[in-house]
């Protein structure tokens, strides 16, 4: 059973372009991260995902209903950019507030528990620092046990032990076989806590894999090793060869396929040492992927 399915979407705000027609199918279960620069569209995405943003065209579904049917329903928990929290009310109030508007909540301990809030149960939110406030809205996100979850840059403002808090929450949220679709600017997180990695760029989708198959897409691997002096003439020759970079005594050869690339390279009587093949950083995956689409 599809849990999103988003349908050529599209939405314009005056003359900005802000979605092109975007079409997404996320499967039960999947942790998605849609990745993007800033402006690429993803919190507008995620709006019309919640029902929040009216597509100018297209349609979204999840678990087959409209979003309003499916919010009602308390299919979704959603985590936004901004958000208010009653700073007079307790941290288990809130959380105990939002959970008694769902038909069937997580018990109230778990859900702090599981956004380790658990120490912090009786502070009033008005007193949290930003990354337990955030923490907070993470809680509100999955009291009611919602089958999909939408979040939308959780960790904008974190520190990295906030981070790394958080992605643990959010991994064991994931492991009941729940459905996570995330926005994140944070190539590593997208990397470390995602199935799948859809790249946004400009209002479309310019690339959807695995995070290795998006870092393969964008540039292969790179043969790296240290000449000793010997000349680098003939090197881009070699079979499988993309080009040749030649950076004092290292020479770099780029590459799809690196196992023909070494196994030519030992067959030229060059004395290889230092060998080395790098893949890309997903970084460098993803501004090349989305440069590629300007
Ligand atoms: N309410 C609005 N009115 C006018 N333009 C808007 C509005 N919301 C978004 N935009 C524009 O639409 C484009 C996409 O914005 P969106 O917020 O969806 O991108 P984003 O990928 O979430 O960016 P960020 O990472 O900075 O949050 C941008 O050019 C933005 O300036």
Redesign the pocket.
Known sequence: MEAISVEGVAKS??N?R??ESLSLRVPAGQVVAVL??????????VGMMLGLIEPDAGRVEVFGKTPAEAGAAGFVGAML?NGELAPNLTVREVVGFVRGLYPDPMPLDEVLELADLTDLAKRRTGRLSGGQAQRVRFAMAIAGAPKVLVL??PTAALDVESRRTFWAGMRAYAAHGRTILF?T?HLEEADENADRVVV?AR?RIVADGTPAEIKQRAGGRAVRFTLGGQPAAGLERLPAVTTVEVDGDVATLHTADPDTVVAALYGTGLTVRDLEITTPALEDAFLSLTAANR
């Open positions: 705000y005056g900005v802000a979605v993007g620069p800033n402006g690429a569209g993803k919190s507008t995405t950019q939308d840059e926005a600017h946004v209002g």
